[in-house]
């Protein structure tokens, strides 16, 4: 049985324990944050139709500035769309909560300062040989690709280095086993795990049956040459936007899995 060190759930308020993390709630919450990215582009579209029609001599600098902003927010539009990406991020965010909920005298921390210590010892002896005279004569004259294989091949051959790295390659596995055993004795982590799996599933099979891989993402021209361009373009993005606002309100309508879940009973992560 593994011991995990845990603090009470209360002194961490970053832990969102009163949210669902069920594909159902993930997907609920993409659809919002698809919503929030939507109106953000449309917002900089109208901008850009509004430098377009601006004349004269800065007006072509406010068209650019505005089509800038218009990519930024045609690139958070896009990955807000994917339920994959919107999951990972989530499961990611949750990851880092669990490790910095782990004490100093925890089985992780612990495990971390014999990793970085055994780095630290790796680190000096593949300097040590490194700067040997003899070898620093067959490296001289490399550089790039060449001058990396050549470390890796010196060093491959030197049981003075291959030793720490030996010892830190068993301290890092040490880690990574109690970081995986952290996350899968933590519900939350579970539930947005499934969810992810679920997500990429039906992502997938929707690319497929559309025989094509772009996750919703339809090209814009926001390379605009002239200022006729650039309203064509920003007149997409904002049509654009709108079937994205008008589809996630139908599927999601007001009032209706727009906020977190009731509170539910916090999940025993030491079992």
């Known amino acids: 049985m593994v011991l995990v060190w845990m603090t009470p759930a209360a002194a961490y308020p970053r832990r969102r324990t009163n949210h669902s993390h069920n594909y159902s ?12 990215a939507a109106q953000a582009q449309k917002k900089a579209a109208e901008q850009v139709l509004k430098a377009a029609e601006s004349t004269g001599s800065g007006a072509q600098a406010k068209l650019a500035d505005a089509l800038s902003k218009l990519r930024r927010e045609a690139e958070k539009f896009h990955e807000a769309q994917s339920t ?3 999951a990972a991020k989530e499961l990611a965010e949750i990851e880092q909560e669990i490790l910095d909920e ?3 005298d925890s089985a992780y ?13 790796m ?3 593949e300097e040590r040989v490194l700067k040997e005279p003899a070898v620093e004569a067959k490296l001289a004259s490399l550089s790039g690709t060449a001058l990396n294989d050549a470390k890796t091949s010196l060093l491959s051959l030197r049981e003075d280095y291959l030793v720490p790295k030996a010892d830190f390659t068993i301290e890092a ?3 990574a086993k109690l970081r995986t055993e952290l996350f899968q004795a933590d519900q939350h982590w579970k539930d947005t795990a499934d969810s992810l799996t679920q997500a990429r599933k039906l992502e997938k099979e929707a690319e497929e049956n559309t025989h094509g891989g772009t996750s919703g993402r339809v090209g814009l021209n926001l390379k605009a ?3 006729k ?5 920003a007149r997409a993005a904002i049509a654009q936007a709108d079937a994205v606002i008008k589809a996630n309100t139908r599927n999601n309508p007001s009032g209706r899995n727009n906020g977190p879940p009731p509170k539910a009973k916090s999940p025993n992560r030491n079992k």
């Open 25 to 36: 709630a993930v997907r609920a919450r993409q659809q919002q944050a698809a919503v929030q």
């Open 84 to 86: 994959t990406r919107h």
């Open 102 to 104: 782990q004490t100093e």
């Open 109 to 121: 921390r612990k495990a971390v300062q014999k990793m970085e210590a055994a780095r630290a010892k």
């Open 123 to 125: 680190n000096a002896a």
């Open 173 to 175: 596995n040490a880690v």
């Open 225 to 227: 040459k002239d200022a």
């Open 229 to 233: 361009e650039a309203a064509a373009a």
